[in-house]
């Protein structure tokens, strides 16, 4: 194990830059806190029609001026405002991202980064303890804050590798989908618009759902979607009733023997020939990368009792033990800092 890791570390070049690369690091909360401040405040949606001085920013931010500019100086120079004498505007990366009403919008997703700010301040103690203070089953269904920029956040950023999942199954015997947790519904909605034919239960909390339904209202697919409150855990998934089921992003909210679990519910609930597909991020074999899932699992580690990332290789195992065939493993945009993967089983 400690050969592969060596390998894969690539030599540094001169104790400079490894100085350099440990106070890149040691620094890098700051540009984020700087970003997420800005958006929680409203910098950018009160600049994106019109270009404003610091001062007028300030008034329609409830704020001080003299902080205000020293904010949005360092987001110029970050690169997501452009400054001409007085004056303040925002950059393309922010009109195009950072403003509510943006197609590509990430606003809500950046409000739930900075909700998890005080549980990553928190990540020593999470070490000793073993566990999170709170953790994300409690922040569901108690903090209504919490659930409506973590759902909207999740929706911001599952177009793109909803569409291109849907695009690699093979729907051509599917009816009805299951899919289980899925928040705002983007993969199952991406999945009814590329088969007409398709049915679906969207399964997730009732908190959850109450937004989802807000998501979804006037889609065309909301008359071949039911949703279903519950607690996946506890739930039936049924005998014999699906020819899909999608675990999208939950599997690393839980622990090995809670998606063991979830794996031989979802074997029951299939109809022979029926596929199971779990889409995730995925680690190596030795946990040690890429990372962006490595980093990910610490994620998981601050807002989740047992969650964290898990290797194809695990879930391949959990699913043959759970009575499927064939796993089958997909790319999710390979190219994205981001990339995920899908494991298809097929059930016997």
Request: with cysteine; proline share 5%; glycine share 6%.
């Amino acid at each position: 194990m400690e050969t592969m890791k060596q390998t894969r570390a690539s030599p540094s070049p001169s104790p400079e830059a490894d100085l350099g690369t440990i106070v890149k690091l040691m620094t890098a909360y700051r540009g984020a806190r700087v970003l997420t401040s800005a958006v929680e405040l409203g910098v950018f949606q009160t600049l994106s029609r019109k270009s404003l001085r610091a001062g007028e920013v300030a008034q329609k931010l409830n704020a001080k001026t003299r902080p205000t500019a020293i904010l949005m100086n360092a987001l110029t120079a970050l690169g997501f405002l452009r400054k001409k004498g007085e004056f303040y505007a925002n950059a393309a990366v922010a009109q195009n991202h950072l403003i509510q009403q943006a197609k590509g919008s990430l606003v809500s997703n950046l409000r739930y980064q900075e909700l998890l700010a005080h549980a990553w301040a928190d990540l020593p103690e999470v070490v000793k303890r073993g566990y999170p203070r709170r953790a994300l089953n409690g922040l569901l269904s108690r903090d209504p804050r919490f659930v409506r920029d973590y759902i909207k956040g999740m929706a911001d950023i599952a177009e793109r590798p909803a569409r291109e999942l849907a695009a690699q199954l093979d729907l051509s015997s599917v009816h009805r989908i299951l899919d289980v947790g899925g928040g705002p519904g983007t993969y199952c909605r991406a999945l009814l618009e590329r088969e007409p034919h398709l049915r679906a239960v969207l399964l997730d909390l009732a908190p959850t759902l109450k937004l989802t339904s807000k998501l979804w209202a006037g889609s065309p697919m909301r008359d071949r979607a039911r949703f279903k409150a519950a607690n996946y855990h506890a739930a039936s998934f049924g005998r014999e009733k699906f020819d899909l089921i999608l675990f999208s992003h939950i599997t690393h909210d839980e622990g090995e023997d809670e998606n063991r679990a979830l794996t031989a519910k979802a074997f029951a609930a299939l109809r022979p020939g029926g596929q199971l597909v779990i889409h995730d991020f995925m680690l190596e074999p030795d946990h040690a990368g890429p990372l962006f899932p490595a980093l990910f699992a610490v994620h998981m580690l601050v807002y989740t009792r047992k969650g964290r990332v898990y290797s194809a290789g695990e879930y391949e195992s959990w699913l043959r033990e759970a009575g499927f065939r064939g796993p089958r493993r997909l790319d999710i945009c390979p190219a994205s800092a981001n990339a995920s993967k899908a494991i298809v089983a097929v059930k016997p």
